[in-house]
């Protein structure tokens, strides 16, 4: 297997992490925030989180914070789009991403995936493509009762000490959502160790992706 290194050129990287609702950027890509802070401190993190009213807003920024606490650079921007609604408020949502891919041009993104059951993560992912077409896109996955994991392509190993913390993280920071049953600590170590064995991580955990377009 390949393994590459991220940003060979980029001095000083700008990350956009792209979530539809409070949890998803967490959820599907936590555990690479924190190795990719550590092994790229210079990275400029821009956290984009589409929805949130009030109680999930002010966890998605108390999440925001925690997992970019040693960041050396981040732009924190949550925005109010109405939950479960994204494919009916689409030009508002158009806009949005129009004006974003005017202010930056990102060295990697981070999405949902493009065949994701949730209507508002596969708009999401639609509009990273078309605004951010030619530049290096990773889609995440997010585990759901709908039943839509795939056999993603490129995987982060992670080691226990972030497995540890990305999940912490969430539990301690998204009190709103410990009623429903599938957002539990098992949940999220689960699909980390799945990945992790079939990317034979040395550390049993991977976050894993789907990459369209790769360019050396
Ligand atoms: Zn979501």
Known sequence: MLNIRFFSEAKKPR?????????????????TILRLIREVPE??????????????AKEARQSAQVFLRDAGSKVINVQNSKESYFPFFGAEIKDFFEKLGKELSPDLVFT???NDAHQDH????ALTWNTFRDHF???????KYDGDIGNPNM????????????IKFICDVFQSQNEKQW???DTFRS?????????NSPSRYAEAFYCRKMVF
């Open 183 to 185: 957002f539990t600590e």
């Open 122 to 125: 596969r708009l999401l992912s």
């Open 155 to 166: 995987y982060v190993y992670l080691d226990e000490t972030d497995v540890q913390r990305k």
């Open 137 to 143: 896109i990773l889609e995440y996955e997010i585990p």
């Open 191 to 199: 699909i980390l160790r799945i990945r992790g064995v079939e990317s």
């Open 112 to 114: 949902h995936y493009r």
């Open 43 to 56: 990275a400029k993190f821009y956290w984009v989180v589409l929805s949130g009213a009030e109680e999930r």
């Open 15 to 31: 990350i956009l992490c792209l979530g539809a609702h409070a949890d998803d950027i967490e959820i599907g890509c936590g555990g």
